[in-house]
């Protein structure tokens, strides 16, 4: 290496410190190879999460990969202390400023490993950081430093560093001797004395005593530059970046701002002319070169190579064992009879898993997944394409046979491609922990993980950060990002290609140049974001995959602890971590498992049947007839509306049908009418061809199944083999190269299969019009494997809703109860179903809704401030000492838990009390006295006070409890405080009985709103509803808006009234109004929202001011006394809409206009006076 005239970076943050690196890895190695330089460090504050990533690239840019760390130190203590450490003298502000970091947490230094060795123990030192001494930072101490410091460089690091710290302080002895004892852990050779320059007072202050110290004690100096992000005009960026991290704006003077400048990847130029130039100090510029040349590290990367082992018995290899348990598991699912197509497929499958090394793995899978079925925990039939191996099922990894579903073994493990097989495994999702901790237990804790996954901020994310550190309002980043192009397949056109002509989605971006050229502020904010799209925001866990080691995986890849919770996750995401031989298991928690247990437990407490699952028959009519009818709303993978929609044009009547419409339902196969033209192809409306005449026979048995179309990548693999004699392996390869769309690739791949077409007799244009089906639909063809296998749970969660219906929505709604609008259209699927959901009850709730009869009953934690705690209080004290007769009673048997103010109003509110006779309003007046009474009685009678005076009687409690005979609330308040308590309307709904004034006047309903993911973002919508929230706030231009939530029979949906829009709707905008609104669709990562662009009474009479009132009256109920009622009804409700009313009777209907006396104004507390009054059929 050139020594007088290069230079190395030994100091540099990445993308990898999160928020505070700013240098994305490719453009940094760029940048390293264009100034000349032979290598790069990576220093990231705390971690090494980028270490394999920047290693691989490096290489790639012709760039020597340093691994290093900034990491954080204790202040002298144990790293288990959890404490501060002041080393200053006194309290003031200045010294506070200049003492130990983070408050007295931690302090820094730099660390860089010259070896592969070193690089490991690097590792150790991050992992142990965290794992046991994370206070604010995973921090280390000497004692681990001792333990680890072989194969490593340190240096005194940065001015947070121990030995500036305390020299900054005034303690030049301290620093000497810190200095003394690093270099005995490090050896001399191996300590350096870091050098910075960015023109700050704090580098300035200790630089002399600095240079003196490292005389004494003989440390050589090293320049570093402490860089931060690649270029100096990323200085503004990464600027914005820190703003992001501290949730603060570019324009607040208190924030966090780098102090100096030149935070960036200066030239050897730059930095000689600093050290060497300036400060004569060419050493420490050489130095970095001769760092740079010790440091030699590599990575050993391997297929598999650390796959957990399984457990066999004595004198078995997992081999043997694994051979053993396949063909005892084949007698167990087909019997000893077996047939030769079983033993064939088998035996198939057995030499290609043995060849592969894979016995173990399937072992260990199956071994986990049995442990989870016999302790009950339910597993999903199966998932991905693992269902298509007959050895899975055979050790029932799997409950789907392969050979009668048509499944192919090679789309799960292709003999011809290096990959790992990946059984994707779905659990219970509340017991999803339990596996998870049973394969740490025995597998090792040291030897499984969760895995790291890494957040990056995209190009709606940077527009809305970016906004943010602006300081502009939430409508700004709204605009701008409603004027980027939708994302198509989960991804959008990134910022930076906007503008290029050349991409492939250049017209979608038309909407937001114009804004863009328009908008000088957009402007502004396009710019920030620029520097923002594509950095890291934060680390997260992978949502399934757990890592089963075969060796301790701190020998392997660095781990870090989640505070949280304790859990161990490995510091690499997946692909570097595979890339390493470390092989992923995932273990999926799915809802509707959960909802399939829960039901069949409620079908066992409500009807006394044992039903398994397994057993129910794949040919049953009423489920059919439920599929038929689209009645599918909270059926597994076919309850949204245009599911529902294509299920009633398909028709389906077997259980391919329902494997295909879950296939189908997809982008790819919708933009293909593929869908449609099999729903049509079933019930004979299209005519079923075979893509080409000439190749109708040999199309037909792989086809046949699907009316002649392509829905499976099972298909295009079997008419690879079957039309051009390619084997399956080859096929898959096929399938993934016509996936990919590579020109080259395809044009070589054709070659192949049109020889091998050409010598089964095909003609030339029978071949090219395969092809061209091929291609496209290789794409959107689906996995049967998959398809079938979730088929198979679609199938169970609609036998379930067609026979046990109370007990399958109980279930359902017991899974989505923290989703207040799930359970509202689910609720509303219960009253269409003719299920009466009853408000919970103290002598008849659980935790969990329950089927009771053909009712459901409320689950007692859906109520608010009632928690797991207080419930089981509730049903273990009901079930120790009987039913409680009256609220003293209540309040005399349940633990001291229970008997809480807040919680004793919510149970109130929500009507859990109603059964025992008392009106709610009533037992508010009196809760919180008798709450306090008894509580003292309770206290007293555990501390003995009640001995001091002898027993009492055994009537006697001490407490008296009189409830006043108070009205009821009227019914408005009365649903006001149980939608406030349970989240919902549940005995009864403001708008029962207006029915059709909401279809009247919307062209959705809000369920329907929220369920259709296929409406596109922007476009426009008219829902009908009733008004029940309203937050009204000020724009910084001092212009009212403001946040509604409107509330239908289905469901609720948040509409932002923004200043245009409000000053025309503020007269409406009153919370129990019935309103319709125009708006445009809102779609975000937090869900679904509205921006109204109007906001009207309904024009239907029945609903609003626009014409008159309908009231229906039988004419049998027209008694003096109900037509007095009715006026009185209408007397404290006075308005302006006109009332008409109906008489009904004996085949007769009679219609008259009311005095003008009785107009009214129409509310949602009318309503509900009228309907209390006539019934709810009265409105309309």
Not at 759 to 768: C, D, L, M, P, V
Request: charged letters at 25%.
């Amino acid at each position: 290496m050139p020594s007088d005239s290069s230079f190395v970076h030994l100091h540099v943050h990445t993308e990898y410190s999160m928020l505070d690196g700013h240098a994305l890895l490719d453009g940094l190695f760029e940048r390293t190879a264009e100034l000349g330089m032979p290598a790069i460090a990576m220093t990231d504050h705390g971690n090494v999460h980028g270490a394999y990533d920047f290693w691989s690239k490096a290489r790639k840019h012709g760039v020597k990969p340093i691994i290093g760390m900034e990491a954080y130190l204790t202040p002298g203590t144990h790293r288990s202390e959890r404490r501060k450490v002041r080393w200053g003298k006194g309290d003031s502000a200045e010294e506070a400023g200049n003492d130990v970091a983070g408050g007295g947490a931690y302090t820094h230094m730099t660390m860089l490993a010259t070896s592969t060795e070193g690089m490991h123990n690097l590792f150790r030192i991050s992992s142990l950081s965290s794992l046991e001494g994370y206070y604010y930072k995973p921090r280390a101490d000497r004692e681990l430093l001792e333990r680890y410091a072989s194969g490593i460089v340190a240096t005194t690091g940065c001015p947070s560093g121990e030995i500036q710290t305390r020299l900054r302080l005034g303690q030049y002895e301290e620093a000497r001797r810190a200095a003394g004892e690093f270099q005995e852990i490090f050896g001399k050779e191996n300590f350096f004395l870091e050098l910075m320059d960015h023109g700050i007072g704090i580098e300035k202050v200790v630089r002399d005593d600095l240079l003196r110290l490292g005389r004494e004690l003989g440390i050589p100096p090293v320049a570093t530059n402490d860089s931060h992000y690649t270029h100096p005009q990323d200085a503004e960026a990464h600027d914005a970046l820190i703003c992001v991290a501290s949730g603060k704006t570019i324009s607040d003077p208190k924030r966090l701002k780098f102090d100096g400048g030149g935070y960036y990847i200066k030239s050897a130029a730059e930095m000689r002319e600093l050290w060497e130039d300036t400060y004569g100090m060419k050493e420490a510029c050489d130095n970095t070169l001769l760092i740079a040349e010790r440091c030699d590290i590599e990575f050993t990367e391997s297929t598999g190579g650390y796959m957990a082992r399984a457990d066999v018995p004595e004198g078995e290899t997992e081999e043997s064992w694994f051979v053993k348990e396949v063909w005892a598991g084949i007698r167990d699912r087909y019997g000893d009879d077996f047939s030769d197509e079983v033993r064939q497929r088998v035996e198939k499958e057995l030499d290609v898993i043995r060849t592969k090394g894979y016995c173990g793995y399937y072992l260990v899978v199956a071994d986990f997944i049995n442990w989870a079925k016999n302790n009950g925990i339910r597993v999903g039939p199966g998932r991905g394409s693992g269902a298509g191996s007959i050895a899975a099922y055979a050790l029932r990894i799997t409950d789907l046979c392969p050979l009668q579903h048509g499944l192919i073994f090679e789309r799960f493990l292709n003999p011809e491609r290096p990959s790992m097989p990946d059984f994707d495994i779905d659990f219970d999702e509340r017991r999803r922990g339990e596996v998870i901790q049973y394969v740490t237990q025995k597998y090792g804790s040291d030897r499984v993980a969760q895995i790291a996954t890494f957040g990056r901020l995209k190009a709606k994310a940077a527009i809305k950060d970016a906004s943010r550190v602006l300081d502009y309002p939430f409508a700004m980043g709204e605009k701008i990002t409603k004027a980027l192009p939708a994302d198509v397949m989960g991804k959008g056109v990134p910022l930076s290609e906007l503008f290029n002509e050349k991409h492939a989605r250049f017209a979608d971006g038309k909407d937001f140049r114009e804004l863009h050229q328009n908008d000088p502020d957009v402007r502004k904010v396009y710019d920030v974001a620029l520097g923002l799209e594509g950095q890291i925001r934060q680390w997260g866990v992978h949502a399934a995959g757990v890592i089963m080691s075969s060796e301790p995986l701190l020998d392997i890849v660095p781990i870090m602890k989640r505070e949280q919770d304790g859990a161990i996750i490995t510091q690499f995401d997946y692909p570097m971590c595979e890339s390493l031989g470390l092989v992923k298991m995932d273990f999926l928690g799915l809802r509707n498992l959960t909802v399939l247990d829960d039901a069949v437990a409620n079908i066992k407490a409500n009807r006394g049947v044992d039903l398994v699952l397994e057993d129910i028959p794949f040919d049953d009519p009423e489920t059919y007839r439920l599929l038929g009818r689209g009645d599918t709303l909270g059926v597994f993978q076919l309850d949204g509306g245009p599911m529902r929609q294509l299920l009633r044009m398909m028709q389906p009547d077997n259980f391919e049908d329902i494997s295909a419409v879950i296939a189908l339902y997809r982008p790819g196969p919708m933009g293909a009418d593929s869908h449609t033209n099999y729903a049509k192809r079933k019930t004979g409306k299209q005519k079923i061809d075979y893509i080409h005449p000439e190749l109708t026979e040999a199309l037909k048995p792989i086809l046949g199944t699907t009316y002649g179309l392509i829905v499976y990548q099972e298909q295009v693999m079997s008419i690879a083999q079957e039309l051009a004699g390619q084997t399956l392996g080859q096929a898959d390869n096929l399938r993934r190269a016509m996936g990919k769309k590579k020109r080259e690739v395809l044009e070589k791949e054709f070659e192949g299969f049109e020889a091998g077409m050409k010598e089964r007799g095909f003609s030339a244009e029978a071949i090219k019009t395969l092809w061209d089906i091929l291609v496209p639909f290789a794409d959107y063809a689906f996995n049967k494997a998959h398809s079938a296998a979730y088929g198979v749970v679609s199938y169970w969660t609609a036998y379930l809703k067609a026979h046990y219906p109370a007990e399958y929505m109980a279930a359902l709604l017991t899974s989505v109860k923290g989703d207040k609008d799930k359970s509202a259209i689910y609720l509303g699927e219960c009253r269409r179903l003719g299920i009466k959901v009853l408000p919970p009850d103290v002598n008849e709730s659980f935790h969990n809704f329950t089927s009771v009869g053909t009712d459901i009953r409320f689950g007692l934690t859906a109520i608010r401030n009632v928690g797991s705690n207080v419930v089981n209080g509730i049903v273990e004290t009901r079930e120790e000492k009987g039913a409680y007769t009256d609220f003293a009673d209540f309040l005399d048997k349940v633990p001291t838990q229970v008997c809480n103010k807040r919680v004793l109003d919510s149970l109130i509110k929500a009507g859990a009390f109603d059964s025992l006779g008392h009106r709610r309003r009533a037992l508010t007046t009196i809760a919180e006295e008798a709450v306090d009474q008894y509580i003292d009685l309770k206290r007293n009678a555990a501390i003995g006070q009640d001995s001091l005076f002898g027993a009492f009687d055994d009537d006697f409690t001490g407490v008296d409890v009189t409830i006043p005979d108070l009205n009821e609330w009227d019914k408005t308040q009365l649903l006001s405080f149980e939608r406030d308590m349970l989240g919902l309307y549940v005995s009864d709904h403001p708008l029962a009985g207006l029915e059709h004034v909401l279809r009247a006047s919307g062209d959705c309903s809000i369920g329907e709103l929220l369920e259709d993911a296929e409406r596109p973002d922007g476009s426009q919508v008219r829902i009908c509803g009733l008004i029940t929230n309203v937050q009204r706030r000020l724009s910084k231009k001092g212009d009212t808006w403001a946040s509604v939530t409107i509330e239908d029979l289905e469901g609720s949906v948040d509409v932002m009234v923004f200043p245009a829009a409000y000053n025309l709707a503020a007269p409406v905008l009153v919370q129990d109004s019935i309103v319709v609104v125009k708006a445009r669709l809102r779609r975000s990562d937090d869900g679904v929202d509205l921006s109204a662009q109007e906001i009207t009474r309904p024009a239907a009479g029945q609903g609003g001011g626009g014409g008159p009132l309908t009231v229906s009256i039988p004419v049998a109920m027209c008694t003096p006394e109900t037509v007095s009622s009715f006026k009185q009804v209408l007397a404290s409700h006075p308005g302006v809409t006109e009332v008409h009313l109906k008489l009904t009777g004996r085949g007769t209907v009679k219609t008259m206009r009311l005095d003008n006396s009785l107009r009214v104004s129409t509310s949602s507390a009318l309503f509900a006076d009228l309907k209390e009054l006539l019934g709810p059929g009265c409105l309309g």
